[in-house]
């Protein structure tokens, strides 16, 4: 040994690499690039150009926190929402003179790119599957989410079956795979649900078009906390399904306190179940609607 | 030189020394990998808060006290204006219906002596021919607007009374690019059609917004100094010196270089503030909109932006595009599209008024489809109020004169 200490040392530099290697996150799928790294947005995005129906028209356009309201205006606030980062457009040319537009976006998470999608589903879901969840105006327009990104297509002209579907599996399978739909989803009860459609949220303002808060961020809505906001028809009468997870029971005891004193005529009946506030929005009786919350069951995920 | 080592330098490492060298290294290694998984898992399951849009540098220019001189020809340098709180004080102006023929140069963003602002809404069910616009439905709207505005039996004297041969007259129109409506092509057209006929060369008229390709892309003709009626957008000019909600803003140079202005908004839902239409729309004649969206940014920024001298000074008509109305905004592409086929235009001198009777416009369309109004009424509330205690109009119904015109 001590006529060849770089045998040790290389020995030891080895052993480290590979240990240091093993505590790495595994990617979900070997193939494509690692969620963590920079994905070149543009890059994917030129995916769709190299089938044979598509070509690319210009270069990708690139927006990041300080240039999205170029792109969206004043909707820029629903997107740091969902903790935006990045987002690339780019458009294509058809062989047959279509028109297709599409949009990458990429958040900070799976469950903000999830979110986005959420906030966007038209409410019919479609026969085909795209990364995680897929939403489709057959013809017009097609939907999915996968890993941290939200892509959007959208054609000007209505284009034959199967074209959108062929660009998007195209783009998929560059980007990062992987991402789980949040563990609060599935706390939905199905009964009386009336469509797939449920809006997984951070902030207020993601919901408020649905149900008006006071944009004042009553239910102490943080990084900790995560919502969905689901409808339903109760007896005839549609409401709205509001759940909220927070750290700890305390913070929904006290979201729905707050949510109480705020007296909003929508509000027909609010609870705790551990940490999720359950509330439930319509023009129920109070008494009908206290009780189709205690009749369905939500549990904390 | 070579530097002399100590003398451990050449120790050789005993065997227990190895030994705990590598498992320090080997544990330290996965202690970091381990931390370094950690991280990367908390940034995936916990967000960081969103951040706001950045702020523009903004520089702060000296304001100069110079009112617009009247030339034929649009400048392509303008003169800023100082920077001034808006006041509620009153200019009188004359009432409507008195048949005066001279309104120019009144300012025409007060309320009237007793209190009433007219609002204009014509309807006319025949307006839509399938996808296109009639021009003679909208002449006709524009023109029975105007009379019963003005109180002037002839709609082209009453454009005369408005309007100057030798003013230069700028049209802001609504034509934000990554959208599917725009103030409509076939109504502007009508406006300029109308001012012509009053004796303003087609040369002393602009079509503007915030970029000249959205304006293409809305459909206008770009003409930035060709025969006929120029328009462009400012793109990247713009002049400082003014101040709203504390803050130093740049102005559109396609606005100080004019002498009156026509604003003509399109009515849609807005996520921040409920409704984009009248005062709103000036968002597009400032460099920098993205800073005043949130907050008192926006319940103030609103009502100050419109309160500034060169936009409240200039701004002589409003008309209101209701043709088509975006009632519910999107979170992708487009992000404002026509999702109801309107009949409607407005017309007031107070755009306040006509921000308050676009509203209520808007909600019944939102009732009618099953939209919730809450939103939109609740946080426009805020900055039409302001705007009525600055003094830019009036958005209580009571004081409002709406005149309901069915064609």
């Known amino acids: 040994m001590s006529k060849h200490p770089w045998i040790y040392l290389g020995t030891l530099l080895l052993v480290a690499l590979c240990v240091g290697a ?156 992987g991402g789980e739909r949040p563990a609060l989803m599935a706390a939905l009860p199905a009964k009386d649900r009336i469509d797939h459609r449920a809006v997984f949220f951070r902030l207020e303002i993601s919901v408020q078009d649905e149900i008006w808060l006071g944009g004042e961020n009553i239910l102490g809505l943080g990084p900790e906390s995560e919502g969905v906001l689901a409808r339903y028809e109760i007896a005839g009468t549609q409401a709205h399904l509001l759940l909220v997870q927070y750290p700890t029971d305390a913070d929904a005891t006290t979201a729905l306190r707050r949510l109480q004193e705020r007296n909003t005529a929508a509000l027909a009946a609010a609870e705790t179940r551990g940490p999720v506030l359950t509330a439930l929005f319509s023009v129920l009786e109070p008494d009908a609607a206290q009780s189709w919350l205690q009749s369905v069951p939500i549990s904390a995920p | 030189m070579k530097q002399s080592r100590g003398p451990d330098s050449h120790r050789r490492l005993s065997r227990r020394e190895f030994l705990a060298m590598a498992f320090t290294t080997v544990a330290g290694s996965a202690v970091a990998g381990s931390l370094l998984t950690s991280c990367r898992t908390d940034q995936a399951s916990t967000p960081s808060t969103p951040e706001p849009s950045g702020v523009a540098t903004q520089t702060r220019v000296s304001a100069t006290a110079v009112e617009p001189t009247i030339t034929p020809l649009p400048t392509d340098v303008p003169t800023p204006t100082a920077t001034s709180t808006p006041t509620s004080t009153s200019t009188p102006r004359p009432q409507s219906g008195t048949g005066q ?107 503007f917004d915030y970029l000249t390709s959205e304006l293409e892309k809305a459909g206008f003709a770009v003409n930035h100094n060709g025969a006929g009626i120029r328009c462009y957008g400012t793109d990247n000019n713009y002049t400082g010196g003014f101040e709203i909600v504390g803050r130093s803003i740049e102005l559109s140079n396609c606005l100080l270089g004019c002498d ?56 002589r008509l409003i008309i209101g595009d209701a043709l088509t109305a975006c009632l519910r905004y999107r979170n992708s592409f487009p992000y404002w599209a026509p999702d109801y086929t309107g009949d409607s235009i407005t017309m007031s001198f107070d755009p306040v008024a006509t921000d308050a009777v676009a509203l209520d416009m808007l909600a019944g369309m939102m009732r009618e489809h099953d939209v919730s109004t809450d939103f939109a009424l609740s946080r426009a509330a805020p900055w039409l109020e302001h705007a009525t205690e600055i003094g830019l109009g009036t958005h209580r119904l009571e004081e409002i004169d709406l005149q309901e015109l069915l064609l």
């Open chain 2, 101 to 207: 023929q001279d309104l120019v140069n009144q300012n025409p963003i007060v309320r009237a002596p007793d209190g009433v602002s007219r609002v204009v809404r014509a309807r006319n069910a025949e307006v839509w021919e399938g996808e296109a616009l009639s021009h003679e439905a909208l002449q006709e709207m524009v023109s029975r607007s105007i009379t019963t505005l003005t109180g002037i039996d002839d709609a082209r004297t009453a454009w005369a009374a408005l309007f100057r041969p030798d003013e230069r007259i700028a049209i802001k129109v609504n034509a934000f690019r990554n959208s599917l409506i725009w103030t409509h092509v076939p109504l502007v057209t009508v406006v300029t059609d109308a001012l012509q006929d009053a004796g303003v060369p087609a040369e002393n008229i602009l079509i």
């Open chain 2, 260 to 315: 009156a202005v026509i604003n003509i908004p399109v009515l849609k839902s807005h996520m921040m503030a409920g409704l984009t239409f009248a005062l709103k729309n000036h968002y597009g004649t400032l460099r920098t909109p993205q800073s005043f969206h949130s907050g008192t940014l926006i319940n103030h920024g609103i009502g100050e932006l419109n309160g500034l001298p060169p936009i409240k000074d200039r701004t």
């Open chain 1, 22 to 177: 093993c505590a790495r996150p595994t990617p979900s799928n070997s193939s494509p690039p690692s969620s963590g790294g920079e994905v070149d947005l543009a890059g994917v995005l030129s995916a769709g150009g190299e089938l044979s129906d598509w070509s690319l028209d210009g270069e990708a356009e690139l927006y990041d926190e300080e240039t999205l309201f170029d792109l969206v205006n004043g909707q820029a606030d629903a997107f740091y929402a969902y903790n935006f980062r990045r987002v690339a457009v780019q458009r294509y040319q058809g062989n047959s003179d279509g028109v297709l537009r599409i949009e990458l976006w990429e958040l900070a998470t799976p469950h903000d790119a999830y979110g986005l999608f959420t906030r966007n589903v038209a409410g019919t879901p479609p026969a085909m599957s795209i990364g995680n969840d897929t939403d489709e105006d057959p013809g017009h327009r097609l939907a999915f989410w996968q890993d941290r990104y939200f892509v959007e297509a959208r054609s000007f002209q209505r284009l034959p079956e199967g074209h959108l579907a062929e660009i998007a599996m195209a783009i998929a399978r560059v980007l990062p795979h």
